[in-house]
């Protein structure tokens, strides 16, 4: 197992590696800079502000610079926000988004898994029947739609729930529930046909036979084993919930990391773009190494190496 960790480790700082490289280059690639959009910049002003930020300096150079900053978790001071670093920004918007997101895949786990597992019981019947339409209609519902629908008819037609901003719990009512119901409808799919493939087993079959309550062999045999591949899509989904609800964090004005992550790219931001994206691309290659581990611990048969 501890040598399983240390590879896979190994295998997470080259990845990361090969993101922050690609996305220097390709960044740099583009046509234009960060101050161009300056109102009434002189061509000395421009050559003192990139003389400030090292942007006069050759490519590769810049490269090295940065990447020797990074190595110590110093990303540079923002471009655009001036008096303000790139870890600030981080550490500021970060935690939003780790609320909003967190209790979304905390929801969607909790509804999903258990309605797979009834629309797998009641297979052909009504009750899976209305699951599988409302699991397909969340697959297919963009999450934009689902918040106009929310902010419409909770926030505007009922006036029961605030429509921006962070500042109580019902605030959080609205953002959460949308971000949750595209991964809920997934959660309940996967573990529908997971559940299925599992009750059909012969083991399962041979508990049935041996007259085990099926309460027992629902949860101590089938549940265990169908919850592997929910297990496999909660590190992605977890990383991609905290750090990619852009939309949702849009919508009901929301002050998190994706907002910013897009206000940067907009406005050429290379020293926001740049954290930000080393940020996201490590948060999503741990949360799979944690999954590997996990996956161990949910299921003993499986082999490490």
Request: some cysteine.
């Amino acid at each position: 197992m501890f040598k399983y960790i240390l590879k896979r480790l190994g295998m997470a700082v080259l990845t990361i590696w090969l993101v922050a490289t690609l996305t220097f280059f390709l960044m740099n690639m583009v046509p234009g800079g960060p101050f161009l959009s300056e109102k009434a910049v002189s061509p000395k002003a421009l050559q003192a502000l990139e003389e400030k930020y090292g942007l006069d300096k050759p490519l590769l150079q810049q490269y090295a610079t940065y990447m020797k900053g990074a190595v110590q978790l110093d990303f540079g001071d923002s471009l655009k926000q001036r008096g303000r670093t790139v870890i600030s920004i981080i550490s500021t918007k970060f935690p939003v988004s780790a609320r909003i997101g967190g209790l979304s895949v905390l929801l969607a786990f909790c509804v999903g898994v258990p309605l797979g597992c009834i629309s797998a019981l009641n297979r052909g019947k009504a009750a899976d029947n209305i699951i599988i339409v409302i699991a397909t209609c969340g697959i297919a519902v963009p999450s934009f739609v689902i918040c106009t629908l929310l902010m419409y008819t909770f926030g505007v037609k009922l006036g029961w729930l605030p429509t921006l901003g962070l500042k109580t719990w019902k605030n959080y009512i609205m953002p959460v529930t949308a971000l949750a119901f595209y991964p809920t409808a997934y959660i309940t799919r996967l573990m529908r046909s997971s559940m299925l493939d599992v009750l059909g087993q012969d083991y399962m079959r041979t508990a049935r036979a041996k007259g085990v309550n099926q309460f027992v062999s629902l949860f101590k045999h089938a549940l265990r084993n169908a919850i592997l591949p929910v297990v496999t899509y909660l590190g992605p989904l977890l990383a991609y919930t905290v750090t990619g609800s852009f939309i949702v964090e849009k919508i009901f004005v929301i002050p998190g990391l994706g907002g910013e992550f897009i206000s940067s790219i907009t406005n050429r931001d290379y020293t926001v773009i740049m954290g930000t994206t080393i940020f996201l691309a490590t948060l999503v290659i741990l949360m799979n190494v944690v999954v590997d581990i996990v996956y161990k611990l949910v299921d003993p048969r499986i082999k490490l190496k």
